[in-house]
Every structure is written in structure tokens, then in C-alpha cells.
């Protein structure tokens, strides 16, 4: 538990430190340090950073996590992740926004991050499987892929539910295989495109 408790207020730090600004087009930067979403293009957004920060402490991560993060969006996610995980495998279907987060996280040094370009809906069956899973968009229901494709004693956060508000959930799954899912609070993400929209 101690341990655990370390390793947040290590998130924490970082996640403080960490400049929104560097994630947001011009006439955004100013609005960084206000706790909501914001717009980064493509009627897409970046979250609010106590989301982002919520999201990443479900997680557990730690060092040793092989991490699959559906919706690369800006980047802000990712670099939680990959600051805190072993290796990144993010997906992004705008080729634009993918683009961008790349620049910004190679500026920022990462070099533990895979970058796609594509519907991660399905996720990425190639690298599977992966110890933690962050899902960035709203889907109608938890995809049997990402199950799948989820280790075990592996870690899932997504949003499930209707256009407008979902559910966060966790997914967890055991050592046989069986799944287990707590509801934690109602959120709002612009919806997942693919197999698993609305």
C-alpha cells in the first residue's frame, strides 16, 4: 500500500509539472491551467487534467506496464503514461493530431512510445497483450477486443455509455480470465469512432 501511495504522489508531481500549454494550439495556451477540456482540432478535445490525472492513478501503473492508450489525441495522456510505464502504444485515427503529439513528445524525450495512425477501436492485436489499456473516447459499450487483448491481473479505464455522458469504467481481469468492472463517475469524452461508436 505505501508503496502505491509513493507512486501517486509521484503522478501528482509530474502531473503538476507538466505544461499543458506545450498539448494546446495558440489561441488555447492561456486557457491551460483551467481544470476543463478544451478544443485541439478535428472536433476533438483534451481533457481536464484532473480527469487525465483520475484516469492515469487507475491505471497502477508501473514500470514493467506494456500500456495500449486508444486516442493519442493531443499527447497530454501520453506523456502521463509513458513517464510512468515500461512502453506506449498509442493510437490516433487523425493523422494531423498524431502528427503533432509525436513532434511534442520526441521534444519531450520519449523514446518508449509507438505511434499509430488508424481506428484503434479494435485496438492493436500485433503487440498484444497489454498490462494496462486507456480508452480517450466515449464507446457504446466495452469492446470484446480490448478484452481480449487485455493480460491478466491487466488494468482497463474507459468511458461506456450514451453521446453526451458516459461512465468511467475500470475493467479488471483475473488470473482465470474473468472479468470484473467498477463504475467510477460520470464523464464526458467526444465519441469513439469505429466498431464500438454509438
Known amino acids: 500500500m ?10 501528482f508531481d509530474f502531473y503538476r509539472k507538466l505544461d499543458r500549454r506545450i498539448f494546446l494550439d495558440d489561441e488555447y495556451k492561456q486557457y491551460a491551467d483551467v481544470d476543463q477540456a478544451l478544443p485541439i482540432g478535428y472536433e476533438q478535445t483534451i481533457s481536464q487534467p484532473s480527469l487525465v490525472l483520475e484516469m492515469t492513478i487507475q491505471l497502477q501503473l508501473n514500470k514493467k506496464c506494456k500500456v495500449l492508450e486508444i486516442g493519442t489525441g493531443s499527447g497530454y495522456q501520453t506523456a502521463l503514461l509513458a513517464q510512468f510505464a515500461q512502453e506506449v502504444y498509442t493510437i490516433e485515427r487523425i493523422e494531423d493530431l498524431s502528427r503533432k503529439a509525436q513532434e511534442r513528445l520526441t521534444r519531450l524525450g520519449y523514446q518508449n512510445i509507438k505511434f499509430k495512425i488508424g481506428d484503434g477501436s479494435e485496438g492493436w492485436p500485433e503487440f498484444a497483450p497489454y498490462n494496462r489499456i486507456i480508452v480517450t473516447a466515449g464507446a457504446g459499450r466495452i469492446p470484446q477486443e480490448l478484452i481480449e487483448q487485455l493480460a491478466v491481473d491487466g488494468r482497463m479505464v474507459l468511458p461506456v455509455g450514451e453521446p453526451g455522458l458516459q461512465e468511467l469504467v475500470l475493467v479488471e481481469k483475473d488470473e ?18 469505429g466498431k464500438y461508436s454509438y
Open 176 to 193: 482465470r480470465g474473468n472479468i470484473k468492472r467498477e463504475p467510477l463517475g460520470e464523464v464526458r469524452f467526444v465519441p469513439l469512432v
Open 2 to 11: 505505501k508503496e502505491k501511495s509513493n507512486l501517486n504522489g509521484e503522478i
